[in-house]
Protein backbone atom coordinates (compact mmCIF):
# COMPACT_ATOMS: atom_id res chain seq x y z
CA UNK A 1 0.00 0.00 0.00
CA UNK A 2 2.80 2.01 0.56
CA UNK A 3 4.34 1.80 -2.59
CA UNK A 4 1.11 2.29 -4.52
CA UNK A 5 0.98 5.43 -2.84
CA UNK A 6 4.26 6.62 -2.81
CA UNK A 7 3.86 5.72 -6.59
CA UNK A 8 1.15 7.68 -6.82
CA UNK A 9 1.85 10.82 -5.24
CA UNK A 10 5.61 11.24 -5.89
CA UNK A 11 5.24 13.54 -9.16
CA UNK A 12 3.13 15.98 -7.63
CA UNK A 13 5.66 16.43 -5.02
CA UNK A 14 8.48 15.99 -7.52
CA UNK A 15 6.93 19.04 -9.63
CA UNK A 16 7.01 21.13 -5.96
CA UNK A 17 10.37 20.89 -6.18
CA UNK A 18 11.11 17.97 -3.70
CA UNK A 19 14.58 15.82 -4.65
CA UNK A 20 13.66 12.80 -3.37
CA UNK A 21 16.36 10.65 -2.14
CA UNK A 22 16.76 6.98 -3.21
CA UNK A 23 19.70 4.71 -2.97
CA UNK A 24 18.83 1.63 -5.20
CA UNK A 25 15.91 0.30 -3.00
CA UNK A 26 16.85 2.06 0.45
CA UNK A 27 14.95 5.29 0.72
CA UNK A 28 17.18 8.25 1.79
CA UNK A 29 15.63 11.26 3.96
CA UNK A 30 18.03 13.77 4.46
CA UNK A 31 16.02 17.12 4.01
CA UNK A 32 12.68 18.44 5.74
CA UNK A 33 10.68 18.45 2.14
CA UNK A 34 11.60 14.56 2.19
CA UNK A 35 11.03 13.60 5.44
CA UNK A 36 6.99 15.43 4.77
CA UNK A 37 6.99 13.19 1.44
CA UNK A 38 7.60 9.87 3.66
CA UNK A 39 5.38 11.38 6.54
CA UNK A 40 2.69 12.30 4.12
CA UNK A 41 2.96 8.54 2.15
CA UNK A 42 2.44 6.56 5.43
CA UNK A 43 -0.23 8.99 6.48
CA UNK A 44 -2.32 8.61 3.14
CA UNK A 45 -1.44 4.77 3.11
CA UNK A 46 -2.57 3.42 6.69
CA UNK A 47 -5.98 6.04 6.00
CA UNK A 48 -6.51 4.05 3.04
CA UNK A 49 -6.05 0.65 4.82
CA UNK A 50 -8.17 2.01 7.64
CA UNK A 51 -11.01 2.87 5.26
CA UNK A 52 -10.79 0.20 2.67
CA UNK A 53 -11.16 -1.76 5.95
CA UNK A 54 -13.83 0.08 7.44
CA UNK A 55 -12.10 0.41 11.02
CA UNK A 56 -14.05 2.23 13.18
CA UNK A 57 -11.34 5.09 13.65
CA UNK A 58 -13.01 5.82 17.42
CA UNK A 59 -11.96 2.39 18.27
CA UNK A 60 -8.92 2.33 17.00
CA UNK A 61 -7.56 5.69 17.76
CA UNK A 62 -6.85 5.17 21.74
CA UNK A 63 -5.63 1.67 21.04
CA UNK A 64 -3.44 2.73 18.21
CA UNK A 65 -1.83 5.63 20.63
CA UNK A 66 -1.63 3.46 23.43
CA UNK A 67 0.82 1.00 21.40
CA UNK A 68 2.69 3.92 20.25
CA UNK A 69 3.43 5.34 23.23
CA UNK A 70 4.43 2.21 25.07
CA UNK A 71 6.91 1.57 22.13
CA UNK A 72 8.27 5.53 22.26
CA UNK A 73 8.62 5.20 26.06
CA UNK A 74 10.57 1.32 25.12
CA UNK A 75 12.80 2.91 22.76
CA UNK A 76 13.37 6.70 24.45
CA UNK A 77 13.16 5.43 28.21
CA UNK A 78 14.72 1.98 28.29
CA UNK A 79 14.01 1.50 32.11
CA UNK A 80 10.25 1.62 31.12
CA UNK A 81 8.67 -1.65 31.70
CA UNK A 82 5.20 -2.14 30.24
CA UNK A 83 5.81 -5.71 30.16
CA UNK A 84 3.39 -6.27 33.41
CA UNK A 85 0.38 -8.53 34.16
CA UNK A 86 -2.73 -6.77 34.68
CA UNK A 87 -2.53 -7.45 38.11
CA UNK A 88 0.92 -6.12 38.43
CA UNK A 89 0.06 -3.26 36.91
CA UNK A 90 -3.40 -3.21 39.42
CA UNK A 91 -0.80 -3.74 42.48
CA UNK A 92 1.20 -0.44 41.32
CA UNK A 93 -1.77 1.84 40.74
CA UNK A 94 -2.81 0.34 44.09
CA UNK A 95 0.61 1.58 45.36
CA UNK A 96 1.04 4.52 44.12
CA UNK A 97 -2.55 5.75 45.12
CA UNK A 98 -1.29 4.78 48.87
CA UNK A 99 1.88 6.85 48.21
CA UNK A 100 -0.38 9.86 47.16
CA UNK A 101 -2.45 9.77 49.96
CA UNK A 102 0.27 9.14 52.41
CA UNK A 103 2.06 12.28 50.79
CA UNK A 104 -1.34 14.38 50.79
CA UNK A 105 -1.54 13.43 54.36
CA UNK A 106 1.89 14.80 55.40
CA UNK A 107 1.62 17.92 53.82
CA UNK A 108 -2.37 18.13 56.20
CA UNK A 109 -0.05 17.92 58.92
CA UNK A 110 2.35 20.02 57.92
CA UNK A 111 0.14 22.78 57.33
CA UNK A 112 -1.65 21.92 60.99
CA UNK A 113 1.23 22.25 62.60
CA UNK A 114 1.97 25.63 60.44
CA UNK A 115 -1.36 27.10 61.63
CA UNK A 116 -1.14 26.78 64.70
CA UNK A 117 2.31 28.04 65.25
CA UNK A 118 1.11 31.40 63.66
CA UNK A 119 3.18 30.90 60.26
CA UNK A 120 0.25 31.36 57.87
CA UNK A 121 -3.47 32.35 58.54
CA UNK A 122 -6.05 29.40 58.65
CA UNK A 123 -8.41 29.56 55.53
Not at 2 to 26: C, D, H, W, Y
Not at 38 to 54: P, R, T
Request: glycine share 4%.
Amino acid sequence: QISLVRTKVQPSFERAGVQMGRSSNTILITTADQFNFESYVHFKAYSDLLIANQIDFRIFKPNFEQQLGTKLLTLLYPQYNNNKSPEQQEQQQKKKEGQLLDALQDIDNVLNIVTKKGFVAAT
